[in-house]
């Protein structure tokens, strides 16, 4: 039984954030500091990727781990009330991320989906990231001239 009234919970949940969240912010600021550029949420791409790099034809989704029901995550755990509508929930989010993935493959991007709780062990998620993204555009400075 939930805890909360009916307009405390839709109160709660109208302030959760689709963009800009923590993971997604770590993620990119990880990624800025060591060089590598990318725009963000580029509304002409199925899905709206987190994290765009263009030039590479290369996109990054950022996901939560409970709202796209990551599977053996301790996180994505499915709520004791109204159980019905949250997997009802989280089977459309999932549906909707294979077709926005398989769109993007179809257009010639390269789809990464790195999940909430990977985004939480710095050093693998970098590990993981640059060997998707190649290296960085970033110029090492080299010999005085």
């Known amino acids: 039984m939930d805890t909360l009234t009916v307009?405390?919970?839709?109160?709660r949940m109208a302030r959760i954030k689709g963009k800009d969240t923590k993971p997604e912010l770590a993620v990119r600021k990880a990624l800025f500091g060591?060089?590598?550029?990318?725009?963000l949420h580029r509304k002409d791409l199925p899905g709206k990727p987190d994290l765009?790099?263009?030039?590479?034809?290369?996109?990054?989704f950022v996901h939560g781990c409970f709202w796209h029901a990551h599977e053996n995550c301790k996180?994505?755990?499915?709520p004791k009330s109204r159980t019905e509508f949250w997997q009802a929930k989280f089977f459309r989010n999932r549906e909707r991320d294979k077709a926005n993935e398989a769109a993007l493959r179809s257009a010639g991007w390269d789809?990464?989906?790195l999940w909430e709780c990977e985004a939480r062990d710095q050093e693998n998620m970098l590990d993981r990231l640059a060997s998707y993204l190649g290296p960085s555009s970033r110029k090492t400075n080299g010999s005085a001239a």
């Open 52 to 60: 765009v790099f263009a030039g590479r034809r290369k996109v990054v």
């Open 111 to 113: 789809v990464l989906t």
């Open 7 to 11: 307009k405390q919970r839709s109160e």
């Open 75 to 78: 996180v994505a755990n499915l």
């Open 34 to 39: 060591r060089g590598y550029r990318f725009r």
